[in-house]
């Protein structure tokens, strides 16, 4: 890190306070919430996460904590993408962790990440949930800047996406791999790629498993992008929707149908999608 680099630490703790989830936040550096929101009622928190300085750049560290109490349920999101710029040799990460305890509820949908030519950069995720706690997780990504016809063709992107003790998922797409890159088992050429969790403390029941791959793969059956996509259950807690797309705004429509797709099947809620994507 040099003297130039930004480090910020946000750290958010949910409580339940009667019917309402309520937050405590702190924040050090140039990362804090923007709003809080009750869209669904007292019983849901919806976040809206900033980065002021509006990229992430060789060596930044972003870091988000998050503990979630027993009854609460919390919607984060960002008002915008988060994009990592060309790198002089240094990392740009950003790195979020959230605890959940029996009986909590997290939605992490943030915006796309854009990698920027030239960049060097970590996208970690890391959810810890206890027996009984259920997530909802997604990682948009586009390669360079597909709407301006900017290629990704140098620098390098690290996704790590863990449940510690049951799933762990960690790549790197390098600019120079075009056997990754290109091939059909690979990206297949396409600059966006998209992924949706639906994550458990505790194994799933086969039929709730069957039923949450069956309302996803409906949704995708309906999508322009169908033929890229699909869903998997890998491993017991972990139901998975995977897309690949030439743009991000087909990529983000696809896994926010499956997203309502899923709350109505799991949690009997409607959609409700951020406010601060529709302003």
């Given at each position: 890190?040099?003297?130039?680099?930004?480090?910020?630490?946000?750290?958010?703790?949910?409580?339940?306070?009667?019917?309402?989830?309520?937050?405590?936040?702190?924040?050090?550096?140039?990362?804090?919430?923007?709003?809080?929101?009750?869209?669904?009622?007292?019983?849901?928190?919806?976040?809206?996460?900033?980065?002021?300085?509006?990229?992430?750049?060789?060596?930044?560290?972003?870091?988000?904590?998050?503990?979630?109490?027993?009854?609460?349920?919390?919607?984060?999101?960002?008002?915008?993408?988060?994009?990592?710029?060309?790198?002089?040799?240094?990392?740009?990460?950003?790195?979020?962790?959230?605890?959940?305890?029996?009986?909590?509820?997290?939605?992490?949908?943030?915006?796309?990440?854009?990698?920027h030519r030239g960049c060097i950069a970590e996208n970690q995720l890391t959810l810890n949930l206890q027996p009984g706690a259920e997530a909802m997780a997604w990682d948009v990504l586009a390669l360079g800047l597909p709407a301006s016809n900017e290629a990704f063709d140098s620098g390098s992107f690290l996704q790590h996406l863990e449940v510690p003790g049951q799933w762990l998922e960690r790549g790197l797409i390098r600019a120079d791999d075009t056997i990754l890159l290109r091939s059909p088992l690979g990206l297949a050429g396409q600059p966006v790629l998209g992924t949706?969790?639906?994550?458990?403390?505790?194994?799933?029941?086969?039929?709730?498993?069957?039923?949450?791959?069956?309302?996803?793969?409906?949704?995708?059956?309906?999508?322009?992008?169908?033929?890229?996509?699909?869903?998997?259950?890998?491993?017991?807690?972990?139901?998975?929707?995977?897309?690949?797309?030439?743009?991000?705004?087909?990529?983000?429509?696809?896994?926010?149908?499956?997203?309502?797709?899923?709350?109505?099947?799991?949690?009997?809620?409607?959609?409700?999608?951020?406010?601060?994507?529709?302003?």
């Open positions: 890190m040099t003297s130039s680099s930004w480090r910020g630490h946000l750290q958010l703790d949910y409580r339940r306070d009667g019917e309402r989830t309520v937050a405590l936040d702190r924040h050090h550096g140039p990362l804090r919430v923007l709003k809080r929101l009750y869209p669904e009622g007292p019983g849901i928190c919806h976040h809206v996460l900033v980065h002021p300085p509006g990229g992430v750049v060789a060596g930044d560290e972003l870091r988000v904590d998050a503990q979630l109490a027993e009854g609460t349920h919390a919607v984060l999101t960002t008002p915008g993408a988060t994009r990592f710029y060309r790198s002089d040799g240094a990392v740009a990460r950003q790195q979020v962790r959230l605890h959940l305890v029996a009986g909590a509820r997290v939605e992490w949908l943030p915006l796309e990440a854009i990698a949706l969790c639906f994550l458990t403390g505790s194994p799933l029941p086969g039929a709730r498993r069957d039923a949450l791959l069956d309302a996803a793969r409906n949704a995708i059956a309906k999508s322009p992008l169908a033929a890229m996509a699909g869903a998997t259950a890998p491993q017991a807690g972990v139901i998975v929707v995977r897309v690949l797309a030439a743009r991000v705004e087909p990529a983000m429509a696809l896994l926010a149908a499956v997203r309502a797709a899923w709350r109505a099947e799991a949690w009997q809620l409607r959609a409700e999608p951020p406010r601060i994507w529709r302003t």
